[in-house]
């Protein structure tokens, strides 16, 4: 199962990791793909404000790992610098525990991933419009994302 949209604006992407925080709980994981600039970290902020995340969010390039408390705590990951390593970082840690997890740049440790989440694939198609698609992995994820109206 495969759904798709568009956004017009940084308000409508805002408004769909809104909509998103409805359904999640930990221990949920959440995958980001799109080019720099489609706005990966924007959702993740949205994301985060709707769960009561008080910080400021950034991107963990650097750290690889950010952890917030709001709601529920939120990891927000930045794998992209992992592309090629063989390292166990102890993910079972992270995508078992009692947190929702956000991944950007999740194909590069795409053989560690949990069986199921939902992986959002985020395309840019000017300058502030883009396509969301989402890509259900698990019977979860799939009825997640049928019960959401966008």
Known sequence: MKKEFKVYSLAETKKFAEQLTGFL???????????LGAGKTTFTQALAR?????????????TIMKQYEGQYPLNHLDVYRLGGSDEDLGWDEVFYGDAISVIEWAHFI???????????????????????????KGERYEKMCRELQI
């Open 50 to 62: 709707a769960l009561g995340v008080k910080r400021t969010v950034s991107s963990p390039t650097f």
């Open 110 to 136: 795409e053989e560690d991933l949990p069986a199921e989440y939902l992986e959002i694939r985020i395309t840019r198609d000017g300058e502030s419009e883009r396509t969301i698609t989402l890509l259900p």
């Open 25 to 35: 709980a930990p221990p949920d994981v959440i995958t980001l793909e799109g080019d």
